[in-house]
Nanobody
């Protein structure tokens, strides 16, 4: 079985920074070819934030976070990070780690990020 666990969320003032981590455990039939971050505010849809494609080291970001957030991974590829700088109140949400392989997506439990102003 596969499990994703997020950590690093918290309360921060506008303009501050946080670094989220996503640790993956377990094994799948094929390696993960996509790892990304989504977020969801209460009463709103879950939206894409950033993704990292391990097969080609490609990255992609939502326009709302481009230039402020950076996705990265460790050398063993079992931990993915989201560095969030210049945080804004509109970044407040539960952030979810997502990993995909063979068309199957796995999700973490989420970590709360709250930005005050």
């Amino acid at each position: 079985q596969v499990q994703l666990v997020e950590s690093g969320g918290g309360l921060v003032q506008a303009g501050g920074s946080l670094r989220l981590s996503c640790a993956a455990s377990g094994r799948t039939a094929t390696p993960f070819d996509m790892v990304g971050w989504f977020r969801q505010a209460p009463g709103k849809e879950r939206t894409f934030v950033a993704r990292f494609i391990s097969s080609n080291s490609g990255t992609h970001y939502a326009d709302s976070v481009k230039g402020r957030f950076t996705i990265s991974r460790d050398g063993d590829k079992n931990t993915v990070y989201l560095q969030m700088n210049s945080l804004k109140p509109e970044d407040t949400a539960v952030y979810y780690c997502n990993a995909g392989t063979g068309g199957i997506n796995y999700w973490g439990q989420g970590t709360q990020v709250t930005v005050s102003s």
